[in-house]
């Protein structure tokens, strides 16, 4: 929320309050120790993103977009920038106006709030009510249908985040280097470089498939030059790509597993730009570097769940299970619980489970599934849910709560994604017990140890998932196995260390090569 005092008296308080006048945050709460400021390399860092789970979430983006700054922190003075959408003006945390940016093209004027969280991560909130406040999730309404005008609603992300590097609009804080993430920050470096900023960038991609394609009518309303459109710029098609904007205009791409940078250089993966990463790998321009999950995500202590419990407390986990066996409408069962907890969309395989759900319920297994996403494949959960009455329950939503409890309750978690760049569900349900029976690519390739911490299958069809559904069934029949299985997945060292240390590296070279070549 706004305080009052900057709603009334808006404009007398943009030139007022600076950013020297706000308390130093950056010196109170956890996670902010004093020791963390010794890094001589110390880099200010605008991260740009359309989620973050402090506030808005629709996926792995909004957690990644709250873990990585914080992790970082002890090294670099990370800052997120994030359109001002109602859960975001509407969180009890105040905002301050700190700044103020002219509009461009069909881009309207918008002001920048900062919003201190209460330990010390500094947001910037991109204010502008006629593109963002609107109810729905951040690209759409309820009803899963995107927003028409996203290309203008993102670009004007972009546009501040290039705005601020460019030290415009007194937010008086200009970042060492701009980090975007997926196609809605995509023109940040694009705008940036069109600028002629020195400043480097580092763009990351979450999910390739997402590209943010519009007709290159639009250019005008953009404001991209016609020099863009040609196949080092963001020309796709014939049409104008977000996604390839902010990977061909910044300084270095990465994404979010090992396995999944070697995927997007081939057909099979690579959504059209297979040879465009690909001559970025050979220069050395793409990397992996995966993702964590953070500490919340510790049975023993997360408050979300029926019952917190440790390492070999299975009665705990039953406990749970019966929870979710209720939330779902499930019968009373001694046989294994499979959890689907995903957005619903294409990637993420659903027609697969559709069409297991007979073998699974025929071996004594139940499934609770709660997602939300597109409405067809809402439907077809809801349908799967009729066909087998007390077998399967299905929730359609987003809950964070039923989430946890879900991954605590169950035995075996469903992951049958086509493509998977990173996936942390399935890094969630392991740390919980829960081992992830899930197709052999990307990240769940990188983070799941067949037969070891979950199952692995390789076609995309439903007599490989069978395979892997078999040995799960086994495994579920032979309590020590299973309970070896459990202890090996819930002490697998999932965590955001392995990634700090990469993207410092990254933020350090980067703004060192940047500043080599200005000089
Ligand atoms: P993606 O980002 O492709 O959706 P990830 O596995 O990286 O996949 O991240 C998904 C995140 O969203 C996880 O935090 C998962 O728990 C959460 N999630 C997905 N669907 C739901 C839901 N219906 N309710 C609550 N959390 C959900
Ligand atoms: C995307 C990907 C998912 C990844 C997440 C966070 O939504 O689909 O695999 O874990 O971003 O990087």
Redesign the pocket.
Known sequence: MISAAVETHGERLNQQVTESALPDVTKAGRGTPPESHANPKRKKVLFVTSEISDLVKT???G??SAALPRAMHPLHDVRVLIPGYPQVMNSDNPIHIVGELGGHAALPACKIGRMDLKDGLVIYVLICPELFQREGTPYGANNGRDWPDNHIRFARLGLAAADIAAGEGMVHWKPDLVHAH?WPAGLAPAYMHWRGLKTPTLF?V??LAYQGVVSRACCPELAIPPHALQQEGMEFYGKLSFLKAGMAYSSHITT?SATYAKEITTAEFGCGLQGFLSSKAQQGLLSGIP?GIDESWDSATDPHLICPFSLNDWDGKAVNASHVRQLFKLQPSTGPLFAVVS?LVY?KGLDLTQGVAEFIVANGGQIAIIGRGEPEEEQAMRELALRFPGQIGVRIGFNETDARRIFAGSDFLLMP?RY?????SQMYAQRFGSLPVARNT??LADTIEDGVTGFLFNESTVASYEQALSRAFYVYSKPNLLNAMRCLSMTQPFNWCQAVEPYARLYEELVERATATTY
Not at 420 to 424: A, D, I, R, T, V
């Open positions: 996926g792995g983006l957690d990644v997926d990351t979450h999910n979010v993702n957005r990637q994604s998977e760049p990173c996936g942390l990307g990240g």
